[in-house]
């Protein structure tokens, strides 16, 4: 991954901050950490990371905020330990357990069967605890108000759902299995573990949770906040639209017809296309329209 390094003489350039988020951190905490750490204000986060939850928080620094609507979208990878057995009021071990159903009857070949199920398209009911507004306010707070909150269901995809160990313990009477999730946005991970645990009628929430992929940035590319605080590293505006999107190069004079908002000629793709200068400066995020390609934004204007 190319990085680039903050000069403390000169203000901050446009990138995006792959960050391994620590447990117990709120998004919006590590957000406020960054814009201290980077001397701007301009920065957000490509969707949030419960505080239980550790492991990659895309956050965008200037002209790069623009390119986290493209992110939010993107499928991610996860990293789990759901324990069957017991169910808690928030789906995870922050909330108080509300259930204790022995879970010792069951077997690993049932526990497959069930993971099973929840594996491609399936209709999800988010936790009531969640972030999603309801009128206008969050769920957790109506939650937290005393309000019986109750979730529409919604699509998600679940592309991936493996068990890589099944641990039995307190006596047997819990199961403990460490998984991997891929699925895709606006799933929530709690949820397949309460939903694993009512299948099996057993109750379950998660007690681990660790982010290793959001599209295509992974974990091994992330940054504490410690080390950030010693040597603020980003990937630049152009490397990390040229990773999102299909490169397209442009000509000079592409390049200036681009720069006024004006439309050029169809990409070869459908799909969003990163459009570059000659001189490798990223120019806009073209769509195509018909027989022509629209610049959706525009990143470098004409002087």
Not at 86 to 104: C, L, N, P, W, Y
Not at 245 to 256: H, K, N, P, V
Request: proline share 4%; net charge neutral; hydrophobic share 40%.
């Amino acid at each position: 991954m190319k990085t680039a390094q903050q000069n403390p003489t000169e203000p901050i350039g446009s990138g995006l901050v792959i960050i391994d988020k620590p447990q117990g951190w709120t998004s919006h905490d590590v957000v406020g950490r960054t814009r201290r750490l980077a001397g701007t204000r301009k920065v957000g986060h490509a969707g949030t990371l419960d505080p239980m939850a550790t492991g990659v928080l895309v956050l965008g620094i200037n002209k790069a905020t623009r390119l986290l609507t493209y992110i939010v979208g993107a499928n991610k990878t996860y990293t789990a330990t759901i324990r069957l057995g017991e169910s808690t009021i928030t789906d995870d071990a922050e909330g108080e357990i509300v259930q204790k159903r022995i879970a010792a009857a069951l077997t690993e070949e049932q526990v497959h069967e069930a993971v099973a199920k929840l594996r491609g398209p399936i209709e999800q009911v988010p936790s009531s605890v969640s972030a999603i507004k309801v009128n206008g306010e969050r769920a957790y707070a109506r939650v937290r108000a005393g309000e019986d909150v109750k979730l529409a269901a919604r699509p998600v995809t679940i592309h991936k759902f493996e068990i890589h160990e099944i641990r039995r313990e307190r006596a047997g009477k819990v199961l403990d299995l460490d998984v991997t999730v891929e699925c895709s946005s606006g799933t929530y991970i709690r949820a397949l573990a309460r939903d694993l645990g009512e299948d099996l009628n057993v109750g379950g929430h998660l007690t681990a949770l660790r982010r290793t992929e959001v599209g295509p940035y992974t974990l091994d590319r992330a940054r504490t906040l410690e080390q950030l605080a010693e040597n603020f590293e980003y990937l630049p505006l152009e490397d990390a639209a040229d990773a999102l999107f299909t490169r397209r190069d442009l000509t000079e004079q592409e390049r200036a017809e681009l720069s006024y908002g004006r439309r050029i000629s169809s990409n070869e793709t459908n799909e969003v296309t990163a459009a570059f200068a000659p001189d490798g400066t990223l120019v806009a995020l073209l769509k195509n329209k018909g027989e022509e390609a629209k610049p959706e934004l525009v990143f470098a204007t004409a002087s």
